[in-house]
């Protein structure tokens, strides 16, 4: 959705960027799923998400089983009969002033399925030319051939057979004559989004990640984008779904740090009525977040046990002022988080981005360990250090 953050989450968004990543964990508005029910780094905005939760515990059977269906196999055993574990799913969290906003830790921590998400994304939908990226308005993106391995046709830009290709820039509407025709190489650097099917058809999605999603959560499935960011390249503030749904954003790779931004409106008191959004924070609590993010005076920043109480506040306050919401949010790779209700209009995007935080994926994808080399692309090995996925599906 289109437009313009509020300017008060746009200076948190860039106080985050720019603040150092040991200091921000020690901030009030800092959210660790991780460090949920943790003595010694206490999240003060993280609560148990207690119906959610109950809900998700009761289904993880299901869950379980659309992990089997996903990976065609187990990854605790060489049993291929459709099976579960008997596993434990971690408990879905709340953040404290955005109802309806859910986090899911460990999502996908069946490293069959994120392995496998990541690789049909990058290699087959990538590759795929109904695909769309954001190079496609000033590239003509060519594609790859199929290779053949083990009878089963395969399309990616990371095969040897895509090295020679390079795509010229469009000469007509807003291309660019003195850009450079694209390598495979250049593609992947300046790669900021792409469609996982074809984004101008509804229910084009691959029927193996529409079956994933919505197998594991309540949601519809109706189209999904990949954003690739990097510290450099960082994922812009962008506004959800608004009314249109409740939509979903899994983390692959890197571990990042999700600024969400929620504006203050009588819409949103009227749902912290309803029995999920029970959590409203005293609005004097974000202000005086923001009234210290312009300044270099501490005193005047809120220390954690100021907000841990204004938090725990069960009764609801109204606010007056026209506060947004803020909260920063450290993702890591599986980790998800589910928009709905008043929270599908708040303004998100991520800040930073932490390098060395996956090294699996930094350092061996496309060949992941314990996996022969894929077919010939060892040489790609590396080039998603320091890089993320968030793959938005709704
Ligand atoms: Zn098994």
């Not at 290699?123 to 051939?145: G, I």
């Not at 690739?228 to 790779?253: I, M």
């Not at 609005?283 to 005076?297: N, Q």
């Amino acid at each position: 959705m289109a437009g313009t953050p509020p300017v008060q989450i746009r200076d948190f968004y860039r106080r985050i960027q720019n603040s150092d990543t040991d200091a921000l964990a020690q901030q009030p508005y800092y959210v660790d799923p991780r460090a949920f029910n943790n003595p010694v780094s206490p999240s003060p905005l993280l609560r148990l998400a207690t119906l959610r939760n109950a809900a998700w515990q009761e289904s993880y059977h299901a869950v379980q089983e659309a992990f089997f269906d996903f990976a065609g196999r187990c990854m605790y055993c060489a049993n291929t009969k459709r099976h579960i574990h008997g596993m434990q799913a971690s408990p879905v969290l709340e953040v404290v002033g955005f109802p309806g906003l859910y986090i899911y830790p460990k999502l996908l921590s069946n490293a069959l399925v994120h392995r496998g998400l990541i690789d049909m994304l990058m290699h087959d939908q990538l590759a795929d030319p109904a695909t769309r990226t954001n190079l496609h308005e000033k590239y003509h993106v060519t594609y790859p051939e199929p290779s053949i391995t083990k009878g089963e046709a395969n399309t990616s830009f990371f095969d040897p057979a895509a090295s020679q290709l390079k795509m010229q820039p469009r000469l007509e509407g807003s291309g660019d004559w003195t850009a450079s025709p694209l390598t495979t190489r250049a593609l992947l650097d300046k790669l900021r989004w792409f469609t996982v099917g074809d984004a101008s058809a509804d229910g084009s999605m691959p029927p193996k990640i529409r079956a994933l999603v919505e197998n594991i959560l309540p949601i519809k499935a109706h189209s999904a984008t990949a954003y690739v960011s990097s510290n450099q390249d960082p994922l812009e503030l962008r506004q959800g779904h608004g009314d249109a749904g409740t939509f979903l954003d899994t983390s692959l790779g890197c571990d990042g740090v999700v600024v969400v931004g929620l504006e203050d409106s009588g819409e949103r008191e009227r749902g912290a009525t309803s029995s999920e959004a029970h959590s409203v924070v005293d609005a004097d609590c974000w202000r005086d977040l923001l009234v210290g993010s312009d300044s270099e005076d501490d005193e005047k920043a809120p220390d954690r046990q100021h907000v841990s109480e204004a938090g725990n506040r069960d009764d609801t306050i109204t606010s007056t002022r026209n506060t947004p919401c803020l909260a920063a949010i450290h993702l890591r790779s599986t980790d998800a988080l589910l928009f709905t209700g008043l929270s599908r209009r708040a303004w998100y995007g991520v800040a930073k981005v932490l390098p060395g935080s996956s090294p699996a994926f930094e350092q061996q994808w496309p060949c992941w360990p314990g996996t022969v080399e894929r077919r010939g692309q060892d040489n790609w090995k590396g080039c998603m250090k320091g890089r993320r996925i968030d793959l938005v599906v709704g």
